[in-house]
């Protein structure tokens, strides 16, 4: 079994900028055969993949910084993060070597609360397999006026 020294992150947070056009629909299916990995996003969400991938190398050029993830699929539910019922997917790599960390757990936890950014975790990282795919899942809130955000990272 070939092992991939990635990071893999599912998460449901804020992400990007507001878009101009409707995005298409989500894929039905989205899969990785380099990852091993199949994904059935939940219906109804746009695919903003494109478009937040150029917001990333845009930011990264930006900043000149290699330090740069591999967003696989980015899709959300609308650009109002604020409606009640609003949700964003992304799916990403980041390899391991470049966090700096001792060992894999320390790099999935730097990973997440980046992600997070100003979000509160809440409760301790969870180990959980899907078929041969291994992920830590982390919980955050992120409290914006009278709205509390959630995250799974």
């Given amino acids: 079994m070939k092992t991939v020294r990635t990071a893999i992150v599912i998460f449901v ?9 409707a995005p298409p629909p989500a894929p039905a299916v ?5 990852l091993g990995f199949r994904f ?6 746009r695919d903003t993949t494109l478009g937040d991938q150029q917001w ?12 740069v993830l591999t967003l696989l699929l980015s899709s959300r539910s609308g650009p109002d993060d604020n409606s009640d019922d609003w949700c964003t997917i992304g799916i990403e790599t980041y390899p391991l070597q470049k ?11 730097k990973l997440s609360r980046w992600f997070a950014g100003n979000g509160t975790e809440t409760g301790e990282p969870k180990d959980l397999r899907i078929g041969q795919s291994h992920f830590v899942v982390s919980t955050f809130q992120l409290r914006e006026g009278s709205l509390t955000k959630q995250a799974h990272i």
């Fill in 56 to 67: 990333i190398q845009r930011r990264a050029a930006e900043l000149r910084t290699t330090k």
């Fill in 40 to 45: 059935i996003p939940p219906r109804g969400l």
């Fill in 13 to 21: 947070a804020l992400l990007g900028e507001t878009l101009a056009q």
């Fill in 30 to 34: 989205f899969t990785s055969p380099e």
């Fill in 99 to 109: 966090l700096g960390a001792a060992t894999d757990q320390d790099a999935i936890r």
